[in-house]
């Protein structure tokens, strides 16, 4: 038999797969773990989404990469492919929550309503978030403040400038229009976010002052109000106050 006519029938065989078709079309052989042909792979983007979606369902600490690679229907190795362990996973999942929460408050407070309403629906967007992921701020805290990573790290001035940023807006605005009295904008959101905060994570603590009641939606919403109008009236400019 020539050599032409064995090559021949080793490409025909059924049995045996040309050894291009572990590489992808480029010609470049596939890293550990990456899905072989595109159509079948499952991207960064839905494996985060994944991973969003099982906080709502459980514990993030709780968790290990089996649990998402078996909720998002993956293999493992998918996971480390594109995250490295689990921290890394959770970094983008946190990273890409936070994006989204931030860019929710921006659209709300892009106008030029009264500062009143402003903080109003500062405050209001922060707990509907926060009610909404109650695991997103021990999140942050373990893999954006506390994290070493370089993408945590990143994700920490980008979440510290871009929600400073915000508050920083009302306060000028309201100093503008002789609504609010100045003060200093970075405590006033350290303070803003403490108080959203721990309202959602000392829930045992608030159904306890509630005697047993759990916490809803319209306990939430009634406890933004409050914090809204405790802030305004602490900010609002003396001469502007009726009472």
């Known amino acids: 038999m020539s ?17 291009a078709r572990a590489t992808s079309k480029s010609g470049a052989k596939r890293g ?10 499952v991207g960064r983007d839905r494996l985060i989404q994944a991973t969003i979606d099982l906080f709502h369902k459980r514990s993030p600490g709780k968790l290990t990469l089996g649990d998402i690679a078996k909720f998002a229907r993956v293999d493992p190795k998918l996971l480390r492919y594109y995250f490295g362990d689990k921290n890394g996973l959770f970094t983008a999942a946190v990273t890409q929550m936070l ?39 021990p999140l942050i805290v373990e893999q954006i403040v506390h994290g070493d990573r370089e993408a945590g790290r990143q994700a920490l001035k980008f979440m510290a400038a871009r929600g400073y940023a915000v508050t920083r807006k009302i306060i000028d605005d309201g100093l503008k229009r002789g609504e609010l009295r100045e003060v200093n904008p970075r405590f006033l959101h350290v303070a803003m ?3 959203c905060e ?16 759990p916490m809803s939606a319209a306990m ?10 405790l802030l305004f009236r602490g900010l609002q400019a003396p001469e502007r106050r009726l009472d």
């Open 3 to 19: 050599i032409t006519s064995k090559t021949k029938r080793e490409a025909e065989s059924p049995g045996k797969l040309p050894i």
């Open 32 to 41: 550990k773990g990456r899905p072989l042909r595109p159509r079948d792979a």
């Open 99 to 137: 994006d989204k929460m931030q860019a929710a408050v921006e659209a709300q407070l892009d106008n030029e309503g009264p500062a009143a309403e402003r903080i109003r629906k500062r405050v209001h967007s922060l707990l509907q978030t926060l009610y909404a992921n109650p695991h997103l701020h």
């Open 193 to 195: 976010v403490g108080l």
């Open 198 to 213: 721990y309202f959602v994570t000392a829930k045992p603590l608030v159904r306890e002052l509630f005697g047993g009641q």
């Open 220 to 229: 939430t919403e009634a406890y933004a109000d409050f914090v809204a109008d």
